[in-house]
């Protein structure tokens, strides 16, 4: 327990040690941490480092730093807060052993009430400098709100103070001196300090364990009904272009005032829908007829994504009608069929039937960045001849704008991919940027066309919102009594003397 001259090798063979011990014994108690995961009920590597550096003395320091840093930059902080915190544990080990040193004295034999109790209280007491360098490094980073401060700090000295109250005296067993008076106390106060952490460990597992069932089947229900939201948007997306089809079918003078007139009152009534169009089926023999009665001509976007006059072939699907007229008059007369990605959701809708969604893609109606769908609902005859399709434009972002409150106010990501058959690849339809979950849902379904995949996943913020303190109040308590349980084994074993 001095800082004595040693050899380079043995001083490196000391801080690489000490930076295993730290690091082992910190992933460890990172499984046992409170969400989000920054602080834990118990922080063995406090106890580690403090007798470390009772034991091998001051000049250890290093491999505090060292097995801080990696601990805290293998998990989700930056290099530079982890050497912050890592600096912050460093300090605190070398107060603490400094004040042990001063007024408990050297050798630490821990044989007297006095002592045992001193030593305690200074080691918990020099907590406070880890705990208030990592909580204040966290804020300055913006990993913590101001309101978050209090428990993460109370959370983290706590943790600091039992890993020193149980740790310190395991190792100080295991490689204390002198030896004789350390090594009378392994079975009467390291055996029943082993047993009590393993049964509170375990007891933290199952407790904690079926909480997480308890929520996860709670999450099950909250999913359920988001992807019953989804289905019926898009059912009602599905309906206004049905009811489009049964009113031309049905009504003796469909032209663009008749279809204006009931397209305005559609979308009042969906504002999921970016607009509503019709796009009849034009043959090559019909095409001057259909320019001159627009007056409009069929177009395409050519390689500049210029809109041209299409070329000749057998037929065209041009927009005839579309509402809101005034937003995309621009886009009268395109062939949607000159586009491939429009092309294959129109054959697919034209195979089947039904209602039929484009790959997601970049609307021709905006200016900006928008993403969104065309789904495609094909109109026949009474001979079953294809006349043209009926149109919704989805932008995206409105679509499922639902989606996007719902993981504001529950804390749910929401993602959905889609493929146009299960085999096919999968493309991203609409969803939030997704960390790994612990707590997830998915659903398959069938919509639009398509195969989706609608993934949610619960955010740490729904997991520390949901959960309840049983499992960790536990686990501080069990470990404290595992505290109170060494400090008393100590007092017993050392013969014990008040004052």
């Known amino acids: 327990m001095s800082d004595a001259p040693v050899s380079p090798g043995r001083r490196l063979a000391e801080i690489l040690g000490l930076a295993a011990a730290y690091v082992g014994t910190g992933k460890l108690a990172l499984l046992l941490a409170i969400p989000p995961g920054y602080a834990t009920a118990i922080w063995p590597p406090a106890g580690i480092a403090l007798s470390a550096l009772l034991l091998l003395g001051s000049r250890a320091w290093p491999g505090i730093l060292l097995g801080s840093f990696l601990v805290n930059v293998s998990t989700t902080f930056s290099p530079a807060a982890a050497a912050a915190i890592a600096g912050g544990a460093a300090a605190q080990a070398l107060a603490g052993a400094a004040l042990v040193r001063r007024f408990v004295g050297t050798p630490l034999v821990l044989l007297r009430g006095r002592d045992i109790a001193m030593f305690l209280l200074l080691g918990g007491a020099s907590c406070v400098v880890g705990a208030t360098v990592g909580v204040a490094t966290l804020y300055v980073r913006n990993v913590l709100q101001v309101r978050e401060l209090p428990f993460n700090w109370w959370t983290w000295w706590v943790g600091d103070v039992i890993g020193v109250a149980v740790l310190a005296p395991l190792v100080l067993i295991a490689f204390g001196t002198p030896r004789e008076v350390w090594r009378r106390r392994a079975v009467p106060v390291a055996v029943p300090l082993g047993i009590l952490l393993v049964l509170t460990t375990v007891l933290f597992v199952l407790v ?88 409009c001509r069929i177009t395409e976007r050519d390689a500049k994504e210029r809109l041209v006059p299409a070329p000749r072939r057998s037929d065209y699907v041009p927009v005839r009608y579309i509402e809101p007229h005034a937003e995309n008059a621009g886009v009268v007369g395109f062939d949607v069929s000159s586009s491939i990605v429009r092309f294959e959701a129109m054959k697919r809708a034209r195979d089947t039937g039904a209602a039929t969604a484009t790959r997601r893609s970049r609307l021709m109606q905006d200016g900006d960045e928008s993403f969104g769908v065309l789904v495609f609902l094909p109109a026949y005859d009474r001979e079953r001849r294809l006349l043209g399709y009926f149109v919704g434009v989805v932008r995206l972002d409105d679509f499922f704008a639902f989606l996007e409150e719902i993981r504001k106010v529950q804390a749910i990501d929401v993602r959905i991919h889609s493929a146009a ?26 919509y639009w066309g398509s195969r989706w995949r609608i993934d949610c996943s619960a955010t740490p913020a729904y997991v520390a919102a949901t959960q309840s303190w049983r499992p960790w109040g536990m686990l501080a308590g069990g470990m404290s009594a595992a505290g109170l349980l060494g400090a008393f084994l100590l007092a017993a074993t050392g013969g014990f003397r008040g004052g």
Do not use: M, Y
Request: aromatic share 8%.
């Open 421 to 446: 058959d299960p085999g096919s690849e999968e493309q991203l339809l609409w969803g939030t940027s997704q960390a790994p979950a612990e707590i997830r849902h998915e659903t398959l379904k069938t």
């Open 208 to 295: 904690r364990r079926w909480e997480r069932s308890q929520i996860a089947a709670q999450f099950a229900v909250r999913a359920e009904a988001i992807d019953a939201a989804i289905d019926r948007s898009v059912r009602e997306s599905v309906e206004v272009l049905h009811s489009l089809e049964n009113f031309r079918a049905s009504s003796p003078q469909f032209d663009r005032s008749t279809f204006q007139s009931f397209a305005e009152r559609a979308l009042q009534r969906n504002s999921s829908l970016r607009a509503l169009s019709w796009n009849p089926r034009v043959t090559d023999a019909e095409r001057e007829a259909f320019e001159s009665d627009g007056p």
